[in-house]
């Protein structure tokens, strides 16, 4: 293609293509359940043919709308060597609609060009099935704008959680309201209208039974008093009942009452509903254990230029005794609106995941930054991250790579493995970024050498001492790499087969552990102990193949190895024979003799 290599290596023509595809996809929804994306399709010289966006979900995906404006312009007549320039990596997987994959595949696209890989473990790693095709992929252009369209999204997906902005007005002086109760009203009439406004930006709206009880809210978007344009789902958490002649049942937009008072379960009820982003505008004591819990993404606060001197504080108590647990934000934007002063910032500490368990990924609260203490890891992957550069030296590498769930409570000097090879943090330029440098070592025994910006990775944190033990003892030491050569799926799974090295094989056998880029398996078969070429076989099961990087390895993927410790320590001890296990225990001496 001509006009020259530009950004990520992709042309003058493709970079521009993927302006255009970023305003397209600003035409998009901000809420609903899917990411915004625009795709502009390109003929072999570069010049435009066609282009779309996806306009919500249960409407085409952007590529599948490029394409049949391609096919209404050309008559549907096939246009070859066409190039894909897509804001957001072409999904994988079927949910509403079928893959984008597919659908680049069918109609002949020779090269896509993304902007920003895709967080999202079900859909994400298309552009590992299109390479594995045939087609010329080339991901990280425009990349800071592209993930900047979808930023709450992505955390959502990536946290397996809504991401939440906390809404609060106040005086000067801190209080949400007068002595007697009364709040209406402490900000001006512009500042409730740009409220309104936010509402409109988020899925659900949340308060507590004592908020909706107390003043009777609607919840709604609105203009000149009346529910206007698509309305947000209205959430109310506590025990209490909401009477029936509430306003919150007035039917101008869906109500959900969850009856609990934990923020953790409730977030986890809205990520049941595929909610993405939730507006918080409960108050005091409802805001601080939203905070407490670790979940609060964002503050928008509206300060009046007033003062009240008594009456509740804007926030309740946060568990802040002295001042070096002072609970800190970065200041992300300041307006006047009105007579007052619109804030937004965020957590100086990055707000946290939420587990499977249902519970906040934690160590002390008064600490909330404090390191994970032990250096085990599990074998089951956290979250699905990526390289964002590579620093190369002659005998190192540096890496940075993103990972919004593992850096939530990572420090300097934590331990994180990536694609199962543990690596110390050493900076975080960034709240969701980490960067570490991998030794020569590493590199010569492990498929990082061939880390590229873009490249998606598994990413486990280290076992929190005293925490629920997953899969099996790993220690995110590579013992080498093995290539898949064959994938062969199954009802409801997929069987891999891995070559490895024979130094390794000897330490794989049929039920015992391996550890393939940082995921704990089940081996499932083996190799006669005398083949030349030896191998071993994993079944992944849905889940597997949807939460790591595993359901998008094609053969001839290179992969980090770990074999079981035990096997290895088991064999020393075999060889050292008598010596070894005279000082050893009497039943593990009877074990090895």
Partial sequence: MSGGTRDGGA???????????????????????????????????????AEGHHAGAGTPHAEVAALADLAARAGGAAVPGLTAVVTLEPCRHTGRSGPCTDALTRAGVARVVVGSPDPNPRAGGGAQVLRGRGVDVVVGVLVEEARALNERWAAAVARGRPWVTWKVASTLDGRSAAADGTSRWITSAAARADVHRL????????????????????????????????????????????????????????????????PVRALEALAAREVRTVLLEGGPRLAAAFWRAGVVDEVVAYLAPALLGAGPAAVGDLGVTSMPGIARLRVRDVALVGDDVRLVARPAVPARPTGPSGSAATTDPSHPSAPRRSAVFTGIVEEVGEVVAVEAGEDSARLTLRGPLVTSDAVHGASIAVDGVCLTVVEQ????????????????????????????????????????????????????????????????????????????????????????????????????????????????????????????????????????????????????????????????????L
């Fill in 429 to 592: 330029p960034a709240p969701d970024t980490f960067t570490v440098d991998v030794m020569r070592e590493t590199l010569v025994r492990s498929s990082l050498r061939d880390a590229a910006p873009g490249r998606r990775v598994n990413l486990e944190r280290a076992m929190a001492a005293g925490g629920r033990f997953g899969g099996h003892v790993v220690q995110g030491h590579v013992d080498g790499t093995g290539t898949v050569t064959a994938r062969v799926p199954g009802e409801r799974w997929e069987v891999v087969r891995v070559g490895i090295a024979p130094e390794l094989a000897r330490y794989v056998v049929e039920k015992g552990s391996v550890t393939v880029d940082g995921t704990s398996l089940t081996v499932s078969a083996v190799s006669a102990v005398d083949d030349p070429a030896p191998w071993f076989e994993v079944s992944l099961i849905p889940t597997t193949l949807e939460a790591t990087t595993l359901g998008a390895k094609p053969a001839g993927s290179v992969v980090n190895l770990e074999v079981d410790v035990l096997a290895k320590y088991v064999e020393r001890m075999s060889l050292a024979g008598p010596r070894a296990a005279a000082g050893a225990p009497a039943d593990v001496a009877e074990a090895v």
């Fill in 11 to 49: 042309s003058e023509h493709e970079v521009r293509a993927m302006r255009r595809a970023l305003d397209l996809a600003r035409r998009g929804p901000l809420t609903g359940p899917n990411p915004r994306v625009g795709c502009v399709l390109l003929d072999a010289g570069g010049t435009p043919l």
């Fill in 199 to 262: 509402r409109a930006e988020h899925d659900a709206v949340l308060v507590g039974t004592g908020t909706a009880l107390a003043d009777d809210p609607s919840l709604t978007v609105r203009r000149d008093g009346r529910a206007e344009g698509p309305q947000p789902l209205r959430v109310v958490v506590g025990a209490r009942d909401v009477p029936a002649g509430a306003r919150l049942r007035d039917g101008d937009a869906p109500l959900l009452h969850l009856r609990t008072h934990d």
